[in-house]
């Protein structure tokens, strides 16, 4: 005997409204994977922050510190004299040996601070075990000395791949790049810095420079950057600030 179904208008109407919001509700999930996957710690692949998607104009200063001991306090003076209290430092772990009492004025002066690695190389060259010794000694350094235990970490030369996000995350971290970088590294002259950063800052913005004495003119643009981007409205935080309940844009390696 032959079963036939009937199916009336109404009910497969409702049939495909079911199906389309299905297909809709995958459509988003996908679309939002980055965000997902930068604080579930779930099966997507490894991300590294480079932004944030707001409307606010809030805004990140970061510097780099693996190297020197000239300019990294005119730097802090700066920040003082501008009153700007919130930026993060990324510190490498053998130069915050060689300078506790700048680490001691970093963390009084209320600067969040995140590790930027043991040996400053590109990590993605080392085996698995070797990349969880680096990032493993920067911690332990990090954390004895400031007493806090960094959840952040910018990779020596911004380098990385999948092993690196996967071990990074797996310790607790979340690697952060960024999206304007200033250049300061190159030296390429203080008018240059200074337009690198206001041509492309933009809110929810991660900004790149360095407090270590390679970088010879950081200083001098950094007054000038503070102030513009005050005149247009931008508010200074930290990067956990800034990733905190807001739409993280990361890149996805694979």
């Known amino acids: 005997m032959r079963w036939i179904y009937v199916v009336s208008a109404q009910r497969l109407k409702q049939i495909l409204i079911i199906v389309t919001a299905i297909l809709l509700t995958a ?3 996908y679309a939002e994977r980055d965000t997902i996957a930068a604080f579930s710690g779930g099966n997507q692949a490894p991300q590294a922050i480079y932004k944030v998607d707001t409307k606010e104009k809030k805004i990140a200063l970061t510097f780099d510190i693996s190297w020197g001991e000239t300019r990294t306090v005119p730097i802090l003076d700066i920040l003082k004299e501008k009153n700007v209290t919130k930026a993060t430092l990324f510190l490498s772990s053998p130069w915050s040996q060689r300078h506790p009492e700048i680490v001691k004025r970093i963390k009084e ?3 969040e601070i995140g590790s930027h690695g043991h040996k400053h190389d590109n990590y993605s060259k080392y085996s698995d075990e070797e990349i969880r010794s680096q990032i493993g000694k920067a911690d332990t350094i990090l954390t004895e000395m400031t007493g806090k235990k960094p959840n952040l970490i910018r ?3 911004g380098d990385f791949d999948k092993r690196v996000l996967q071990i990074a995350g797996g310790m607790g971290y979340s690697v952060i790049q960024w999206d304007t970088d200033s250049k300061d590294w190159m030296n390429p002259g203080t008018e240059t810095i200074i337009n690198n950063v206001l041509s492309k800052a933009h809110p929810g913005d991660i900004i790149l420079m360095h407090a270590s004495d390679s970088c010879k003119e950081t200083h001098l643009a950094l007054p000038v950057i503070i102030d513009k981007l005050r005149q247009q ?6 990067v956990s600030e800034l990733i905190t309940g807001t739409d993280v844009k990361s890149k996805e390696i694979h």
């Open 155 to 157: 990779m020596p030369n």
């Open 233 to 238: 409205g931008y508010e200074f935080v930290t």
């Open 109 to 111: 002066d209320g600067f």
């Open 27 to 29: 459509g988003i999930g």
